[in-house]
């Protein structure tokens, strides 16, 4: 039996049905028309704007549950609705998984070849788009947790798969294992820093000393204002994600690209005295 509408969205042609698993993927697509409520996500404005509609196409293409709807069909707009760029050069995939409860991937375009941190489903209008955007070299997995549909877009493009080496057993099929004590680089400007807390063999990737791909290790929140950790989702150690956070202030970056809660743009130095400030308070308690 389909889901039905969750009564908490607003009355009108688009909500959110009770099959939502509260991810939070749509709220960041379309900050504004969907807000928690009650522990799940609903539309408390109904779209307007050409804008709005589109952001409201978007969140129906991140749902891993596939639980935004409409009363009626409406028409798709015009313009690619994922992936959305985020910035030059990088871009959310969209198609979350549910088996990755959610979780964003990204495609970073690169002339030594394209990179996607974290995977989506395999959707065909994904692949074809990374088709065009001449396929990828290396698919970067932050933990076990996200590897989502990562053997099929490595099958598909022929790319190498990079895990943490503890994380392994999540994707059988990796080409390159990570390891503890070493920061290397898996490309020009792409640096992958080892992470363990949320579970033993997180990473984050950092790219150009600019972009950090932070997985489920670090993220950004409205409501605190602040960068913040997942201590309801810690898997493995909150004391070892603190000391490694501690670690990762030493890496310059201004964009932090999670894979769940929202992304943030701060200045690099603003950036480092946050995360500084946030371990200080996970060690406090």
């Known amino acids: 039996m389909k889901p039905l509408r969750n009564t908490d969205s607003v009355p009108g042609e688009w909500y959110i049905d009770t099959a939502c698993i509260n991810c939070g993927a749509s709220r960041h697509v379309a900050p504004g028309l969907i807000a928690e409520r009650n522990d799940k996500s609903v539309f408390v404005r109904q779209p307007v704007t050409p804008e709005e509609q589109l952001a409201a196409w978007r969140a129906v293409f991140v749902c891993p549950t596939a639980s935004v709807r409409s009363e009626t069909k409406q028409p798709r707009p015009r313009t690619a609705v994922f992936p959305q760029q985020i910035i030059t ?22 002339p030594d070849g394209n990179l996607l941190i974290d995977s989506p489903r395999y959707a065909a209008e994904l692949v074809k788009w990374f088709d065009a955007s001449g396929g990828i070299a290396h698919i970067l997995l932050s933990h076990r947790d996200d590897v989502a549909d990562a053997d099929k877009y490595a099958r598909q493009f022929g790319a190498r798969v990079w895990i943490h080496r503890e994380d392994s057993s999540a994707a059988p099929y ?33 790219l ?78």
């Open 89 to 110: 050069g990088v871009w959310r995939c969209g198609f979350n998984a549910r088996s990755s409860f959610g979780a964003h991937s990204y495609f970073a375009a690169r």
């Open 174 to 206: 990796a080409t390159d294992l990570l390891d503890d004590g070493s920061a290397p680089r898996i490309a020009a400007g792409v640096c992958a820093i080892p992470m363990p807390g949320h579970t033993r063999g997180s990473v984050v990737y950092l």
């Open 208 to 285: 150009d000393d600019c972009v950090l791909f932070s997985g489920d290790s670090l993220a950004w929140s409205p409501r605190e204002q602040d960068l913040v950790a997942f201590r309801d989702a810690c898997w493995y150690s909150w004391t070892e994600l603190a000391e490694s956070l501690g670690k990762l202030a030493a890496y310059r970056f201004e964009w932090l690209l999670p894979g769940h809660g929202w992304l943030a743009h701060l200045p690099a130095k603003e950036m480092s005295a946050r995360l500084l400030a946030l371990v200080a308070r996970m060690r406090n308690g």
